[in-house]
């Protein structure tokens, strides 16, 4: 049977690795693919062509629509990501190649942008959004003290809680109902990232990892809002 080649746009592919921050050594662990490989596919110059199923995993791993990869490159909805600010601390063993974060980052505005779109498009008022300020000097015990005031944490509902989940997605609700947008991301080792902030006037995104136990999520949503403010 004749090999069935994906004719994909490969300045598209090229440009959707660059936008987002994905390098070729993540596409070809994830993909599992070789780097030369995944380099000719990428190389305008070359008559090399991936096959459909190769395509579709590229695509899967770069979680676009795999129409996305024949598309013009100026058609694509594709952000530029924000700059942003490391400050993990991460073991020695971690390596530093952080595309799967920056695909992370990706997902939580795509997500964000779905949501606030479909409320415009349905004539949702979005919960408003008032933060204090709170002065650099402030001790954890304050920060503590006007999160639970914001957000209204009683300590009398926490107590009454009966798991780690129930009190994560009380915890959560609590949180967007003021107007921050909370979202799990996907396909991030917690060794990598536990939870990313992604602070805007209307509506800040905190994200944390599918992949972590209850309680982390927990503290990764109230770190977060700690950043955020």
């Known amino acids: 049977m004749a090999r069935a080649d994906a004719n994909i746009n490969k300045e598209t592919l090229g440009f959707i690795c660059s936008q987002i921050g994905v390098s070729v050594a993540f596409l070809s662990q994830r993909a599992r693919y070789t780097e030369e490989q995944i380099g000719e596919w990428l190389d305008t110059a070359s008559a090399d062509f991936p096959t459909i199923n190769q395509a579709k995993g590229i695509a899967k791993v770069l979680k676009v629509p795999f129409a996305g990869l024949y598309m013009n490159k100026d058609n694509l909805p594709v952000k530029q990501l924000p700059s942003l600010r490391n400050l993990r601390t991460l073991p020695d063993e971690v390596a530093l190649d952080d595309s799967s974060l920056n695909l992370a980052v ?4 795509r997500y964000h942008d779905f949501l606030t779109s479909s409320e415009s498009e349905m004539n949702i008022e979005a919960a408003p959004l008032s933060l204090p300020s ?15 005031e ?21 915890v959560r609700q609590k949180v967007e109902s003021k107007g921050v947008f909370v979202h799990c991301f996907t396909s991030v080792d917690v060794k990598v990232a536990r939870g990313i902030s992604i602070f805007n006037e209307t509506a800040p995104i905190i994200g944390v990892n599918d992949n972590d136990r209850y309680p982390a999520k927990t503290f990764s949503i109230i770190h977060e809002l700690v950043h955020i403010f």
């Open 134 to 148: 709170i002065p650099d000097t402030a001790s954890a015990t304050e920060y503590a003290k006007v999160i639970r």
């Open 150 to 170: 914001v957000f209204d944490l009683k300590l009398d509902d926490q107590f009454k809680l009966t798991s780690p989940r129930q009190f994560y997605l009380y």
């Open 106 to 109: 990706a997902e939580l505005i």
